[in-house]
């Protein structure tokens, strides 16, 4: 979508950019901003996904030394870890149970591969948007 | 609504969150006469002898903010069925059991598979129907709605009532 805008007597060219279910880029003229839906649909400004770190198709997210990771949709404690480092992941499998909102969530893997780094244990609180695993 | 009966299961909750995994419909009830592992929250036990209501349910996908309010939800729905059919006085303890005169009469677990969204949410109910009595350890805790009314109920109107009043929330409460 693309409109200007009068602001301050002087037209400014925008353009709203969907880059995925929850990603939008805003043009400015020539400056770029990313916006994103947070757990509880609020829309918060992130940092700019660059080629490297975005993916655009499912399957987990791509991070800046093109590993795959898998990150955590909602925040909350982690109740137990039922994967380790070396591990063959397949999509479909369970990662983690983590408690929140009351809830019991299991965190399923969406990709497949070669676990090479498990960043959470027992016991811990994990953010949204944090990461749990890193594939190979 | 499609609903899967067994006579004697581990739990509900576990198969319900495994056909869940594997794409089942929303709206499938897995229900057991008893269960031999029934449990609450951080792997409580559930005593689940014959007579009791046990099922679980696979919700169609909800959004994280309606997520947040599912806990409040399926309690109140439950306590509403317990009001509105037997005309009972349910007290909810949030987040997920309710009790009457003092004494626990349902729990409520739910449960969700998470990927890259929220694939599905199952919630297990357990409800203490025709139970006569209970283990020492839980009699001073625990009643059954027999106990309560000195009679026995239908467990499967109980049910189609819990799912009807789900569908009824969900559509009303979802933003």
Do not use: C, H
């Not at chain 1, 037209?11 to 916006?35: Q, T």
């Not at chain 1, 795959?68 to 137990?80: C, D, M, R, Y």
């Not at chain 1, 408690?99 to 399923?108: G, H, L, R, W």
Request: hydrophobic share 40%; aromatic share 8%.
């Amino acid at each position: 979508m693309k409109v200007k805008i009068n602001f301050g007597n002087k037209f400014y060219r925008v353009e709203i950019i969907k880059l995925s279910e929850d990603l939008v880029r805003v043009r400015v003229e020539n400056n770029e901003f990313f916006f994103k839906k947070n757990e509880i649909g609020e829309i918060t400004r992130v940092e700019p996904p660059t080629e490297k770190n975005f993916s655009w198709g499912r399957g987990g997210y791509l991070n800046v030394s093109g590993k795959k990771e898998i990150k955590s949709l909602i925040a909350g404690n982690i109740s137990s870890v039922e994967v380790k480092k070396g591990d063959l992941l397949k999509p479909g499998q369970k990662v983690a149970t983590l408690i929140a909102m009351k809830m019991e969530n299991e965190i399923i893997a969406e990709v497949s591969g070669e676990i090479a780094e498990v960043k959470i244990k027992e016991g811990q609180f994990v953010n949204t948007g944090d990461i749990l695993i890193i594939l190979k | 609504m499609k609903i899967i009966k067994f006579q004697t299961i581990v739990s509900t909750n576990l198969l319900a969150k495994k056909l869940a995994r594997k794409g089942a419909r929303p709206w499938t009830v897995v229900i057991s006469e008893e269960q031999s592992s029934g449990y609450g929250r951080k792997k409580s036990s559930w005593f689940s002898p014959r007579g009791g209501l046990y099922f679980s349910v696979i919700l169609p996908k909800i959004e994280i903010r309606t997520l947040q309010a599912l806990t409040m939800i399926s309690a109140f729905v439950l306590a509403k069925v317990l009001k509105d059919n037997f005309s009972l006085e349910p007290f909810i303890k949030l987040p997920n059991d309710i009790f009457l005169r003092d004494k626990k009469v349902a729990g409520i677990l739910i449960e969700n598979v998470i990927g890259n969204e929220i694939k599905a949410s199952v919630v297990g109910i357990g409800l203490n129907t025709n139970i006569d009595s209970f283990p020492s350890a839980l009699n001073n805790k625990a009643t059954s709605l027999k106990i309560e009314m000195g009679r026995e109920v239908d467990n499967l109107e109980i049910l189609e009532e819990t799912i009807k009043e789900f569908k009824r929330q969900l559509k009303s409460g979802s933003p």
